[in-house]
Antibody, heavy 117, light 111 residues
């Protein structure tokens, strides 16, 4: 069974760095790409970036200067780090598996992150 | 960036009737003859789920009540007949260029 699970702190202070981990099972990170998508409360979906199966990355230009995605294939984990957090970064952060053609066919349950002092 | 304009923002439909959701792309999302337009369903309090990919292909387990179509950059998700379980917000997403972009969503309710 394909599963993705996000983990990380629920609360981050403004200007601090967010670190999230996506742990996957049921598939290999070297066969499938993993995307990060976020959703502010009551709002729509925003694509953040992707860790390609080959190991390279692509980022949303709106976030690129603050965002970093990496992975540890031996642990089946993908990591997201975003610095200089502001209140508008409060959102549910999802990691998703890409089927192909940037179709997200499996989603984690999401990690709720609140940016507040 | 490719902008996806969804309409309507909300839609109230009678049980058993048809719901039509539109998503207009600001430019082509075609790759080698295939429109990389995908549709997701997000029920209240739940995570998004893929419904339709590449314009009209249903994801595994998705019933035939859900269908996708396209005409001149205007993509349509049709649900017929609507069931109570279809109450959700629906998003389109283009998979052609980065950044990947989503429509703002259409909230489907029962009348």
């Amino acid at each position: 069974e394909v599963q993705l699970k996000e983990s990380g702190p629920g609360l981050v202070q403004p200007s601090q760095t967010l670190s999230l981990t996506c742990t996957v099972s049921g598939f290999s990170l070297t066969d499938y790409s993993v995307h990060w998508v976020r959703q502010p409360p009551g709002k729509g979906l925003e694509w953040m970036g992707v860790m390609w199966s080959g190991g390279s990355t692509a980022y949303n230009s709106a976030l690129k200067s603050r965002l970093s995605i990496s992975r540890d294939t031996s642990k089946s984990q993908v990591f997201l780090k975003m610095n200089s957090l502001q209140t508008e970064d409060t959102a549910i952060y999802y990691c998703t598996r890409e089927r192909e053609d940037n179709v997200m066919d499996a989603w984690g349950q999401g990690a709720s992150v609140t940016v507040s002092s | 960036n490719i902008v996806l304009t969804q309409s309507p923002a909300s839609l109230a439909v009678i049980l058993g009737q048809k719901a039509t959701i539109s998503c207009t792309a600001s430019e082509s999302v075609n790759k080698f003859g295939i429109n990389l337009m995908h549709w997701y369903q997000q029920k209240p309090g739940q995570l998004p789920k893929i419904l339709i990919y590449n314009e009209f292909s249903r994801a595994p387990g998705i019933p035939a009540r859900f269908s996708g179509d396209e005409a001149e950059l205007n993509f349509t998700l049709t649900i017929e007949p609507v069931e109570a379980d279809d109450v959700a917000t629906y998003y389109c997403q283009q998979g052609l260029t980065f950044p990947l972009t989503f429509g703002a969503g259409t909230k489907l309710e029962l009348k």
